[in-house]
């Protein structure tokens, strides 16, 4: 039975394969994306897609890569946009590209957000929330506060880990919890003044951030996965490689 399965749904994938090879609106490309850049990166991106090729079927997963990479492997992803990986097998291919830099918030009223620089002691003294990122990521905000953080496990048990970014917001909202988050996740709070951003003295992230596209070695890029790719590639050098 589990072989008859198995059989199946190589069946079921080789088709899928056949129309996104030979048609550019046909077979549904699935991607996998890391919350950090899906509103900020992806939308823009399938945005442009969409309005060039308004049959363009697709399915978007939101996960972290740890929760992805596996699927890249069994081609149930095509393509994983996000944040580089620790590890990269040497099935996967990548492109990399320069992200914009997290920004540290909290609301309006917190007791924070009037002053101009505050120490990461004063920070850690309430809810902190960040998402799912690899160690790398954690690593740096470890070095630049070693008197704080004794290790990335340490780091770890502080944050409240959120994939949702949503749930994320309304957090801000209603409690002093502080977020490490994307700029462009947040800005229409940002104008409107509901969240403030928090000038952390030595915040580790100044400058680009590195992510990926990644999708599986051996295995042609379908039309779509191409311009998609493509639409990607010029958003971060339009956009991201300014910050």
């Given at each position: 039975v589990e072989s008859a399965k198995i059989i199946v749904a190589e069946i079921e994938q080789a088709g899928r394969d056949i129309h996104l090879m030979s048609n550019l609106e046909d077979g549904g490309l699935i991607l996998g994306v890391d919350p950090n850049v899906c509103e900020s990166l992806l939308?823009?991106?399938?945005?442009?897609?969409?309005?060039?090729?308004?049959?363009?079927?697709?399915?978007?997963?939101?996960?972290?890569?740890?929760?992805?990479?596996?699927?890249?492997?069994?081609?149930?992803?095509?393509?994983?946009?996000?944040?580089?990986?620790?590890?990269?097998?040497?099935?996967?291919?990548?492109?990399?590209?320069?992200?914009?830099?997290?920004?540290?918030?909290?609301?309006?009223?917190?007791?924070?957000?009037?002053?101009?620089?505050?120490?990461?002691?004063?920070?850690?003294?309430f809810p902190l929330i960040g998402g799912d990122v690899p160690n790398w990521f954690l690593t740096k905000i470890v070095q630049n506060y070693p008197k704080i953080f004794i290790s990335i496990e340490n780091l770890k048990s502080v944050f409240l880990?959120?994939?949702?970014?949503?749930?994320?917001?309304?957090?801000?909202?209603?409690?002093?919890?502080?977020?490490?988050?994307?700029?462009?996740?947040?800005?229409?709070?940002?104008?409107?003044?509901?969240l403030v951003r928090i000038d952390l003295k030595n915040f580790p992230f100044t400058s680009s951030v590195p992510g990926v596209v990644a999708y599986l070695d051996g295995y042609p890029q379908s039309p779509s996965s191409n311009m998609l790719i493509n639409e990607i590639n010029n958003i971060v050098s339009h956009k991201y490689n300014k910050h």
């Open positions: 939308a823009p991106a399938l945005g442009r897609l969409m309005n060039s090729h308004p049959k363009l079927k697709f399915k978007v997963l939101t996960c972290s890569w740890s929760e992805v990479e596996d699927k890249l492997r069994k081609r149930v992803v095509d393509i994983y946009v996000g944040l580089k990986p620790e590890k990269l097998s040497k099935m996967i291919l990548i492109n990399e590209i320069c992200l914009a830099p997290p920004i540290l918030v909290s609301n309006s009223n917190h007791p924070l957000s009037k002053k101009k620089l505050v120490e990461i002691t004063d920070v850690n003294k880990i959120s994939q949702d970014l949503s749930l994320t917001r309304r957090l801000l909202h209603k409690t002093n919890a502080i977020a490490l988050l994307p700029k462009f996740t947040i800005s229409n709070d940002l104008e409107k003044g509901t």
